[in-house]
């Protein structure tokens, strides 16, 4: 039982370098997510997608592009990273709220993500 | 979609005792659910209580929900040095947004 797989777990970048965090899950979850989690705080929601094709800003959006072709795979792509963007990024996953859902969101072990 | 604050920000105690953090928020919820993170990893899932349950057990764990009050109450009984961790409330609402708050660090001495 996979659940939700992040990859890579570690990153370290350069100013102005763009990479893609990886993300996919097993569990046929209509709903996925992107949060942030910088020393000490808890988590900010980045982008989040209710379905392939549909994908939405959360509270952090700027720096971040989404996109969800499938229902398994929800990349996170920074295309110019910045200091600002070191941190740890989880997804998570959901089945739709829409369908009975209770909202419960099931995490990845997190990508830890250092721009120098 | 709205944010839990949990309080308190941080927690130290003794083997054995028992863990009380509680959590406030702002506007009716269909239900509120916690989630626990030790150090480095992802959230997981801990309990759920529904906007028209008082109270729900599992394990070593019990959560209180006031509705009126719009606020939850998550205890840890005979706590253990595996509980040290970050303990998160989430009100939903609904929707596609759940926002989270600081959390409770717990850190439990053995």
């Known amino acids: 039982n996979a659940g939700v797989t992040q990859t890579p777990k570690f990153q370290v970048l350069k100013t102005g370098q763009s990479m893609t965090l990886q993300c996919a899950q097993d569990?046929?979850?209509?709903?996925m997510s992107w949060y942030r989690q910088d020393p000490g705080m808890g988590l900010r929601l980045i982008h989040y997608?209710?379905?392939?094709?549909?994908?939405d800003q959360g509270e952090v959006p700027n720096g971040y592009n989404v996109s969800r072709s499938t229902t398994e795979d929800f990349p996170l792509r920074l295309l110019s990273a910045a200091p600002s963007q070191t941190s740890v990024y989880f997804c998570?996953?959901?089945?739709?709220?829409?369908?009975?859902?209770?909202?419960?969101?099931?995490f990845g072990e997190g990508s830890r993500l250092t721009v120098l | 979609s709205q944010q839990g604050e949990e309080d308190p920000q941080a927690l130290s105690i003794q083997e054995g005792e028992n863990a009380t953090m509680n959590c406030s928020y702002k506007t009716s919820i269909n239900n509120l659910q916690w989630y626990r993170q030790n150090s480095g990893r992802g959230l997981v899932h801990l309990i759920l209580?529904?906007?028209?349950?008082r109270e729900k057990h599992s394990g070593r764990l019990r959560v209180t929900l006031d509705t009126s009050k719009k606020s939850s109450s998550l205890l840890i009984t005979a706590s253990r040095a595996a509980d040290t961790a970050s303990y998160f409330c989430?009100?939903?609402?609904?929707?596609?947004?759940?926002?989270f708050g600081a959390g409770t660090r717990l850190f439990v001495k053995a």
């Open positions: 998570a996953s959901s089945p739709d709220p829409d369908r009975a859902g209770t909202g419960e969101l099931f």
């Open positions: 209580i529904r906007s028209n349950e």
């Open positions: 569990m046929n979850h209509e709903y």
């Open positions: 989430a009100p939903y609402t609904g929707g596609f947004k759940t926002i």
């Open positions: 997608s209710v379905g392939a094709g549909i994908t």
